[in-house]
């Protein structure tokens, strides 16, 4: 019964992305739902969008082998991710009517920045898609007994499809029916088992000691771990195409500001409650810890619940797994079709071919992400990884080219670079310090020292 109720929820999710494909007319309703989403809409795509395998495997499974410190990085960094986007980037970016945010970097600091922007934009998204296939393929094996590369390629093809079909409305319309499951699934199940562990006050009391130890012990190199744990995600990721497709979609600026706010709100809030279970876990059957922790909750769920709660938990999961993995998707494939292979060809694309370099890109990096998930497992990294590019190589030209007039291209295309570069040489020298912190700090100074030495001569603009 629980196979088939998944078989049909899959096959439901396919069926939605079919009737969306109606709403696809132009490549602005492929990309950016036709920028029309309401509040509620849009609000519910950004927490979607965030609410993965990170948060319900990643997340609970670094929690159980470590303290609240331990997630630092997700779900709280990428809360602040979303308040920090909302604050000080989405309504500067979404006045500027861009598509991708390579067009950003494009009508900012030109062609050749655009172009390095994009190459280093796209690749980060592999990770984190191999990510979101890992946990569904966990899922099928838990489930199905079936192998765990199985499930993958299983999973793979269902989220293809119907984001293939139908882009942005079909993630957006499937995001709000699994939000709603989300919420729902997870919500009965730490009511489940809170009383199974006798109510929040007995779990919380019966929690090992320090299990909530929030801040870090008084020592520098502690303190700058910390620091970096928040900005792996809280920094990393607003120089992301699926944060920026998502805000971009509202239908004005003012919606995008107040989804990302809302969003934030519910995501701090929702990923609490894995983490909750997983002290219930603990409390309740210690045994389920042995072996491989990212596997604790949904085997102690088929174990030890009834019918109905398995099917509202692994719908949950199934959820917000699938809503994830749409929109890192179609995110890197917009980067390439945009801006990579339009001004390649010289703009001479019209836009119903760049919608099919678009469609042709997401089978591309659906592939791709689908063989990286069978070489690789743990989700929590992954993740990890694929922000850090972002942070090492974008977050400061974005930041500087929307606040510092004197930003220049050399500088720009200078701190993308020597900040991926500087990252390379660290992890490979495995210094004491994480990696992402002088790389970070190396960006920013060449952007900054570049911009000064080489100022831009004039207006930027497609001539360059």
């Given at each position: 019964?629980?196979?088939?109720?998944?078989?049909?929820?899959?096959?439901?999710?396919?069926?939605?992305?079919?009737?969306?494909?109606?709403?696809?007319?132009?490549?602005?309703?492929?990309?950016?739902?036709?920028?029309?989403?309401?509040?509620?809409?849009?609000?519910?795509?950004?927490?979607?969008?965030?609410?993965?395998?990170?948060?319900?495997?990643?997340?609970?499974?670094?929690?159980?082998?470590?303290?609240?410190?331990?997630?630092?990085?997700?779900?709280?960094?990428?809360?602040?991710?979303?308040?920090?986007?909302?604050?000080?980037?989405?309504?500067?970016?979404?006045?500027?009517?861009?598509?991708?945010?390579?067009?950003?970097?494009?009508?900012?600091?030109?062609?050749?920045?655009?172009?390095?922007?994009?190459?280093?934009?796209?690749?980060?998204?592999?990770?984190?898609?191999?990510?979101?296939?890992?946990?569904?393929?966990?899922?099928?094996?838990?489930?199905?007994?079936?192998?765990?590369?199985?499930?993958?390629?299983?999973?793979a093809v269902v989220v293809t499809i119907y984001t293939y079909i139908g882009g942005m409305w079909a993630i957006t319309i499937t995001d709000f029916i699994q939000t709603i499951i989300i919420i729902?699934?997870?919500?009965?199940?730490?009511?489940?088992?809170?009383?199974?562990?006798?109510?929040?006050?007995?779990?919380?009391?019966?929690?090992?000691?320090?299990?909530?130890?929030?801040?870090?012990?008084?020592?520098?190199?502690?303190?700058?771990?910390?620091?970096?744990?928040?900005?792996?995600?809280?920094?990393?990721?607003?120089?992301?195409?699926?944060?920026?497709?998502?805000?971009?979609?509202?239908?004005?600026?003012?919606?995008?500001?107040?989804?990302?706010?809302?969003?934030?709100?519910?995501?701090?809030?929702?990923?609490?409650?894995?983490?909750?279970?997983?002290?219930?876990?603990?409390?309740?059957?210690?045994?389920?810890?042995?072996?491989?922790?990212?596997?604790?909750?949904?085997?102690?769920?088929?174990?030890?619940?009834?019918?109905?709660?398995?099917?509202?938990?692994?719908?949950?999961?199934?959820?917000?797994?699938?809503?994830?993995?749409?929109?890192?998707?179609?995110?890197?494939?917009?980067?390439?079709?945009?801006?990579?292979?339009?001004?390649?060809?010289?703009?001479?694309?019209?836009?119903?071919?760049?919608?099919?370099?678009?469609?042709?890109?997401?089978?591309?990096?659906?592939?791709?992400?689908?063989?990286?998930?069978?070489?690789?497992?743990?989700?929590?990294?992954?993740?990890?990884?694929?922000?850090?590019?972002?942070?090492?190589?974008?977050?400061?030209?974005?930041?500087?080219?929307?606040?510092?007039?004197?930003?220049?291209?050399?500088?720009?295309?200078?701190?993308?670079?020597?900040?991926?570069?500087?990252?390379?040489?660290?992890?490979?020298?495995?210094?004491?310090?994480?990696?992402?912190?002088?790389?970070?700090?190396?960006?920013?100074?060449?952007?900054?020292?570049?911009?000064?030495?080489?100022?831009?001569?004039?207006?930027?603009?497609?001539?360059?």
């Open positions: 019964m629980l196979l088939l109720s998944i078989i049909l929820y899959l096959v439901l999710t396919i069926l939605v992305g079919v009737w969306a494909a109606r709403k696809v007319k132009t490549l602005d309703d492929y990309m950016l739902a036709g920028r029309s989403l309401p509040l509620t809409l849009s609000s519910t795509a950004m927490f979607a969008t965030w609410f993965g395998s990170e948060t319900v495997f990643g997340a609970s499974s670094q929690f159980l082998e470590g303290v609240l410190y331990s997630v630092i990085e997700d779900p709280f960094g990428a809360a602040l991710c979303l308040v920090l986007f909302g604050v000080f980037f989405v309504r500067k970016l979404y006045n500027l009517n861009l598509l991708t945010l390579g067009d950003f970097f494009r009508k900012r600091f030109g062609k050749h920045a655009e172009l390095t922007a994009s190459i280093f934009l796209g690749p980060p998204y592999l990770g984190y898609i191999a990510a979101q296939l890992v946990a569904m393929g966990l899922i099928m094996n838990v489930v199905t007994g079936m192998a765990v590369w199985e499930g993958i390629v299983i999973s729902g699934g997870l919500l009965v199940l730490a009511v489940v088992m809170g009383v199974k562990a006798g109510g929040v006050g007995n779990v919380l009391a019966q929690a090992p000691a320090g299990t909530f130890r929030f801040f870090p012990p008084a020592d520098f190199r502690e303190i700058v771990g910390w620091l970096a744990a928040w900005a792996v995600l809280g920094l990393g990721s607003i120089p992301s195409q699926d944060v920026f497709q998502r805000s971009m979609s509202s239908n004005s600026a003012t919606t995008a500001v107040r989804s990302c706010f809302i969003a934030a709100a519910m995501y701090l809030t929702i990923a609490m409650l894995p983490l909750f279970i997983s002290l219930c876990t603990k409390y309740l059957y210690p045994g389920q810890l042995q072996g491989d922790t990212q596997l604790a909750l949904p085997n102690m769920v088929l174990q030890h619940t009834t019918l109905p709660v398995q099917i509202l938990f692994f719908g949950s999961l199934l959820s917000a797994i699938m809503s994830t993995t749409s929109s890192v998707i179609l995110a890197p494939a917009a980067i390439v079709s945009e801006n990579l292979v339009k001004p390649l060809s010289g703009n001479r694309l019209t836009n119903k071919q760049v919608l099919m370099v678009t469609r042709i890109s997401i089978l591309i990096f659906s592939a791709l992400a689908t063989v990286m998930a069978c070489m690789r497992s743990n989700i929590y990294e992954l993740v990890g990884e694929s922000s850090i590019l972002s942070l090492v190589s974008l977050f400061a030209p974005l930041t500087f080219g929307l606040y510092w007039k004197r930003s220049s291209k050399i500088g720009a295309m200078s701190s993308m670079v020597v900040g991926m570069v500087s990252w390379i040489i660290f992890e490979a020298s495995e210094t004491e310090w994480p990696s992402l912190v002088p790389a970070t700090l190396l960006s920013i100074a060449t952007m900054v020292a570049g911009s000064l030495i080489w100022p831009d001569k004039g207006k930027n603009d497609d001539k360059d």
